[in-house]
């Protein structure tokens, strides 16, 4: 399993765009690309999935280079209600694959 | 369509006890897997169940233990508790099984072992 490593915290204020990059060196060709949200005494939620290039939903974007190795996650115009942890994680979808959870990126959202 | 629901949300236990804790998963979901949150270790895997079947164990010892039921739900049992157990249990149901795919996880149940 690829191991993942992202900044421990970042600082932002309210209407800013934050962006968090993880590094995976050892990405495998099958690997996804998946980041979730977590806020206290939650279970974590699911943002974004990608292979490659750039993905874009409705809450966040995430841009993948073409060698893989990292992949930026980019929060637009943050408000309070988006600090939370966020965690990267990468793997395969096949059977037997299990989700294995980094230490994750603390975001503190100031007014 | 309701969530994941876990029950109970909040559990004190005595060292050397049993646990059992429960998870319903998303209605269609045939996955259900379980993690342990502790502040010093983070998020790690017990275990995946797929149609009854345990199909990916994580590295803890044989005192955890699950089982799933034909619809889907359920349970994790903890025996001969330990005061490190202590801890925010959390399940997550996807469709498919495979890491990966997205998982959606319930609230948790917060065991204290005293």
């Known amino acids: 399993l690829a191991k993942t490593t992202q900044p421990i915290s970042m600082d932002s204020y309210e209407g800013q765009e934050v962006n968090i990059t993880c590094s995976h060196n050892n990405i495998a060709t099958n690997d996804y690309i998946t980041w979730y949200q977590q806020f206290p005494s939650q279970g974590p939620r699911f943002i974004i999935q990608?292979?490659?290039t750039k993905v874009t939903n409705e809450v966040a974007s995430l841009f993948i280079p073409a060698d893989r190795k990292s992949s930026t996650l980019s929060l637009p115009r943050v408000s309070l209600s988006d600090t939370a942890v966020y965690y990267c994680l990468v793997g395969g979808k096949a059977a037997g694959n299990k989700l294995t959870f980094g230490g994750g990126t603390r975001v503190l959202v100031k007014p | 369509k309701a969530g994941v629901t876990q029950t109970p949300r909040y559990l004190i236990k005595t060292r050397g006890q049993q646990v059992t804790l429960s998870c319903s998963p998303i209605?269609?979901?045939?996955?259900v897997s379980w993690y342990q949150q502790t502040p010093g270790q983070g998020l790690q895997f017990l275990f995946e169940y797929f149609s009854e079947t345990q199909r990916n164990k994580g590295n803890f010892p044989g005192r955890f233990s699950g089982r799933q039921f034909s619809n889907s739900r359920s349970e994790m049992n903890v025996s001969t508790l330990e005061l490190g157990d202590s801890a925010l249990y959390l399940c997550?149901?996807?469709f498919g099984t495979g890491g990966i795919n997205e998982q959606y996880f319930g609230p948790g149940t917060r065991l204290t072992v005293t």
């Open positions: 997550a149901s996807s």
């Open positions: 990608g292979y490659k």
């Open positions: 209605s269609g979901h045939r996955s």
